[in-house]
């Protein structure tokens, strides 16, 4: 290996970082506690170590992008609004905005969220792609089983544009296993013979696709794990090519009919290793079907899971990060959900925004230089090789059932699913997992952003239970629409802060008791600290709230935590809790009148519910 200091001469005079230099260095930050503190585990149990050795190698030249344009992914555009013209309009925009391609959404598939282009009416691409130029512009379609014809609708738009159909930059979108996760889902032989007499038809005409689509964003949706989106994808790559091969496709060329469609999501260290752990393991599945691997087409787009309603504007951050990670892991295309896509649909200036994210990453960042940038760095390689390996299993785990057709039907996905999103869940819930904006720095007199319809409550009933979509955010929403309707009817839910003591004993908690309590709406009243359980109880009775949190150091809470409770008590408090753990005196505390105890830790959600409730029947 090359000394670095060959390189980079400057470094020839800093002293080189041994592992256990690092780790003397981390304990003494630490303060002696063990090293192990800072390992942390994914949802599928992979350890994610401080420091991992660094491997040799990276991702060979096979699993590396197919990207039309070196150092350039394709930025493609949304488009899912419910009406031909303005989808139109849209389209322009973004085209003479800087979007490269355009990913076309249609009501009912797996990348609608609640709005999406109507596949029953005639001749919709013609007016959505009225004066778009095929030949200048990449499509994606995102299309339900019941809009198959849409592809044909296509076709033609291309035969009489005049572009050679080998020439156009066409995913066509058929995804027959994804039907399987809805309600009343087809079978699935129906359903992928029908797919591919399709994908046979277009390539016929010349097309080079890819046709049918693997796509793990609704695994990711519903909460899955990473190795459970991976096991998704083999499995269903490995059902088209069973289909390839008995509809007397020659294998070769028939496996570059799949593209893959996977969600990126914040998580910007395993959505890296995610994506290349996908091109790792689908050139091992075509090595096993006595393939030489060739690359994969990816298509990334910004995680549905992550969106959140309140304070919006964080999911641009969080968009952002997704971009980036997405585009390091080796997609080929990406698009981008814009921030208020879960309170409704886009207007022009989100819109404009979720573009920007990708044009300013690819032209200013110049994010796409370099190839695997990732690659030959140790936490990420093992992270891709832990989610090749796990993903793997479970893989054949479902082929030696049946395959993941068989696991969708008889249940043990959404099954399997369901145990990690009620992980996620609870995470979100005791802020384990914290949510900036909603558990953590929430913003109760933020504005909501405009956006051109409210999304409905019911778009998702399509979708088997399991598999219904999710958003980690939606608990503390629905606690903050609870509030909100408080408000609306006059009922202000205050809890007046109990502080005792100076402002350095009491600032802390009632800073984390604002926030905490904020989470759900609920403002509070802090008046400043008090010497005395008789002062405090004082200004309580004078604030008009019904609610008091008790905030101060354990040492205080020793000496005058009972005497404040009794006090409040007496002053007409009908709730109060304490801002802290539970401590030996807890069983005195309950019988003087404590309700509970706000903590790091605690579950917010059935808290924020308890209190609320509270508000409700007053």
């Known amino acids: 290996m090359t000394d670095s200091s060959d390189i980079f001469p400057f470094g020839a005079a800093f002293e080189s970082a041994s592992d256990s230099t690092w780790r003397a260095l981390a304990e003494k930050a630490l303060r002696g506690a063990p090293l ?13 170590q401080p420091l991992h050795p660094v491997p040799a190698g990276g991702l060979s030249g096979i699993a590396r992008p197919v990207r039309k344009q070196p150092g350039q992914w394709s930025v493609l555009a949304r488009i899912d609004h419910t009406e031909p013209a303005a989808a139109n309009r849209q389209a322009l925009a973004d085209i003479e905005g800087g979007a490269l391609g355009l990913h076309l959404v249609f009501a009912g598939s797996g990348g609608a969220f609640g709005f999406g282009l109507p596949g029953d009416k005639r001749d919709v691409l013609r007016q959505v792609l009225a004066n778009v130029d095929p030949a200048q512009v990449a499509i994606a379609l995102d299309i339900p089983a019941s809009a198959s014809a849409i592809a044909q609708e296509l076709a033609v738009l291309v035969a009489d544009s005049g572009l050679n159909p080998s020439s156009a930059q ?60 991976l096991a998704y994808l083999l499995g269903t790559s490995a059902a088209c090519l069973r ?10 060329d028939a496996r570059s009919f799949t593209g893959f469609r996977i969600a990126a999501d914040a998580d910007q260290f395993l959505t890296i290793a995610k994506l290349r ?56 295309s990406v698009s981008v959900l814009p921030h208020t896509q879960a309170i409704g649909l886009p207007d022009a200036a989100a819109r404009r925004l979720a573009r920007n994210v990708q044009l300013v990453l690819q032209e200013e960042s110049r994010l796409a230089q370099v190839d695997d940038p990732a690659g030959g760095a140790g936490g990420i390689e093992a992270l891709t090789d832990a989610l090749c390996h796990k993903a793997w299993a479970l893989f054949q785990h479902h082929e030696a059932n049946g395959g993941i057709a068989s696991a969708i039907a008889n249940g043990s996905f959404g099954k399997d699913i369901a145990i990690i999103r009620e992980q996620r869940t609870k995470q979100a819930a005791t802020a384990r997992a914290p949510l900036t904006g909603t558990s953590a720095f929430p913003d109760i007199a933020e504005v909501t952003p405009d956006v051109e319809t409210p999304i409905s409550d019911n778009w998702d009933r399509r979708y088997i239970d399991t598999f219904r979509p999710v958003r980690l955010s939606a608990p503390f929403e629905d606690l903050r629409a609870r509030t909100a309707t408080l408000k609306d009817a006059g009922k202000l839910p205050h809890v007046f802060l109990a502080n005792l003591g100076p402002l350095a004993e009491y600032n802390a908690r009632a800073n984390f008791a604002a926030n905490f309590l904020a989470a759900g709406g609920i403002e509070t009243v802090n008046s400043g600290g008090f010497d005395t359980p008789a002062e405090v109880a004082e200004a309580f009775a004078k604030s008009g709230c019904a609610v008091a949190c008790i905030c101060s150091s354990d040492s205080r809470y020793g000496e005058q935590a009972l005497t404040a409770v009794s006090a409040l008590k007496a002053s007409g408090a009908a709730r109060i809790c304490i801002a802290g753990r539970a401590g030996d005196d807890e069983a005195s505390l ?22 609320l409730q509270f508000f409700e029947q007053s």
């Open 36 to 48: 192990e503190r800072l390992t942390s585990r994914s949802a599928d149990g992979i350890e994610i």
């Open 170 to 229: 066409i995913s066509f979108g058929f995804d027959p296993l994804g039907t399987l996760m809805h309600n009343e889902a087809p079978a699935i032989g129906p359903t992928l013979a029908s797919a591919l007499e399709q994908a046979k038809a277009l390539s016929g005409l010349g097309f080079e696709g890819p046709f049918l689509c693997a796509d793990a964003r609704p695994v990711h949706a519903a909460g899955g794990s990473e190795v459970q989106e």
């Open 243 to 252: 289909g390839y091969e008995k509809a007397g496709l020659d294998l070769p």
């Open 277 to 332: 752990a996908l091109r790792r393991l689908i050139a091992r599945l075509e090595e096993a079907c006595g393939l030489v691997p060739k690359p994969i087409a990816i298509h990334a787009e910004t995680a549905w899971r992550m969106t959140s309603r309140t304070d919006p504007w964080v999911n641009v951050l969080r968009t952002t990060v997704a971009v980036f990670s997405a585009v390091a892991g080796g997609t080929d």
């Open 590 to 611: 309950r019988a003087a009148g404590l309700d509970g105890y706000l903590f790091q830790g605690a579950d917010m959600i059935a808290f924020l519910d308890t209190l």
